[in-house]
């Protein structure tokens, strides 16, 4: 049995995957201290994990519901702003925790756990939720306002990446980061987010290869588990309405903004104009859409619905890029319509799009714009080819959780064997 530490920091959609591979950790006898945000403390608790907060709530509501972090134009900056101060504190919380069989698992944004790697020699798998922040010049990520062109030759492209690194990405991070590095003795770091924060112990990739081929740049040492298909956090039942609605007639199409904070009356507005132009059923999954729709023979609202329990009973999804939604409608089958809005959304868009198995629509789309996707991807015979293609693909793989939980038990041992 080993003590793991597991830091998720992000969305519910970054940090939900994390619980899921927690429980296979938890159940195949390890020890689980899980350290996120405070908003997630109910659901670590109710798992039987050792909960430790990362930041304050009201400082992770007000980051969460500031229409900047979901602007591209400024999204980076005052994500890290809700990071950036975090680093010190959590570091001084893992060192405290840290017992001589720990390994430490952490996403995209775990500074503290690669810190603790460098200082203290702690085993350390690094995950990476989606691929867009494996800045591969072989294949590089798609974003809204930095993509570096696939017809540049790949010398170039890696020119450019290595630019964007230095001149954009290290010049955000590296001065809070760096101050950090300089009272722990250690030397400043560059090209943070391409090369410094993947442990060289391993990174644990949870996507699968169709969806994101392994690339020659990307660190040494990868391993895709695939889509750990997490969602059903708090397993609500499908209530009597809504298991009404679902076969009362046509298979509906969902539409989600996720945790994306966005212009919910210009979305809606373009809700109702898809829904009367192509004449679907619809369920709107939003906290705000039952106060918009209190009661419609064609449209039923809810705060949320697992994607697990319904997407198999809809005949596509509107949703905004999440990597987690994305997965399960690839794993019930159904074509996907993706309007991403900032961060690793539009590589997800992109790239479920390149499966065949869904339309990009850079938001925020109008309805006419949904209303045409969502009559092309559910009439066109490919699209429906190329969807039960990737259900096949996912029903076939191993269990991603236990893929993933393996290959910590096997850096840890690793760990243990260099202890020795």
């Known amino acids: 049995m080993t003590q793991i530490i597991i830091t998720a920091i992000g969305s519910a959609g970054d940090v939900h995957p994390f619980i899921g591979i927690a429980r296979t950790l938890a159940q195949r006898g390890h020890r689980i201290v899980f350290c996120t945000h405070p908003q997630f403390a109910e659901l670590a608790e109710d798992n039987g994990f050792v909960f430790v907060p990362i930041g304050t709530w009201d400082e992770y509501a007000r980051a969460m519901s500031n229409p900047a972090l979901w602007d591209p134009r400024t999204?980076?900056?005052?994500?890290?702003?809700?990071i950036a101060p975090s680093i010190r504190p959590h570091f001084d919380a893992l060192a405290a925790l840290t017992t001589p069989d720990t390994v430490l698992v952490g996403s995209l944004w775990a500074f503290a756990a690669r810190l603790m790697q460098e200082v203290h020699g702690t085993p350390y798998v690094s995950v990476q939720v989606s691929p867009s922040t494996l800045l591969s010049a072989s294949a590089p990520p798609t974003h809204k306002r930095l993509t570096v062109p696939m017809w540049l030759p790949r010398a170039v492209r890696a020119k450019c990446l290595a630019l964007i690194e230095t001149s954009v990405l290290d010049k955000a991070c590296g001065p809070?980061?760096?101050?950090?590095r300089a009272t722990l003795g250690l030397p400043p770091a560059s090209r943070i987010l391409g090369q410094w924060l993947h442990s060289p112990d391993g990174v644990l990739c949870l996507f699968p290869d169709w969806f994101a081929p392994a690339q020659p740049d990307w660190p040494r040492y990868h391993f895709m588990a695939g889509f750990p298909l997490f969602n059903d956090v708090s397993t609500p039942a499908i209530d009597n309405e809504l298991r009404s609605f679902l076969a009362s007639g046509t298979r509906p199409v969902v539409f989600t903004p996720g945790s994306t904070q966005i212009d919910q009356r210009a979305y809606f507005d373009a809700v109702d104009d898809a829904v009367r132009r192509t004449g679907v059923r619809a369920i709107v999954l939003s906290r705000e859409a039952r106060a918009r729709w209190p009661g419609d023979s064609n449209l039923l609202a809810r705060d949320y619905v697992p994607m697990s329990t319904l997407l198999p009973h809809c005949a596509a999804i509107v949703h905004h890029g999440g990597i987690g939604t994305a997965?399960?409608?690839?794993?019930?089958?159904i074509p996907q319509v993706v309007t991403p809005f900032a961060h690793d959304q539009f590589d997800n868009a992109q790239r479920v799009a390149k499966s065949g198995c869904g339309l990009r629509i850079d938001g925020p789309a109008s309805g006419r714009a949904l209303a045409a996707a969502i009559k092309r991807v559910t009439t066109d015979p490919q699209v429906a080819r190329y969807c039960a293609h990737s259900r096949r693909l996912l029903d076939r793989s191993p269990n991603a959780g236990d893929m993933a939980a393996r290959y910590i038990e096997d850096v840890a041992w690793l760990g243990v064997q260099r202890a020795a």
């Open 176 to 180: 809070a980061l760096n101050n950090v």
């Open 327 to 333: 997965a399960l409608a690839f794993a019930a089958g």
């Open 75 to 82: 999204s980076f900056k005052t994500l890290w702003n809700l």
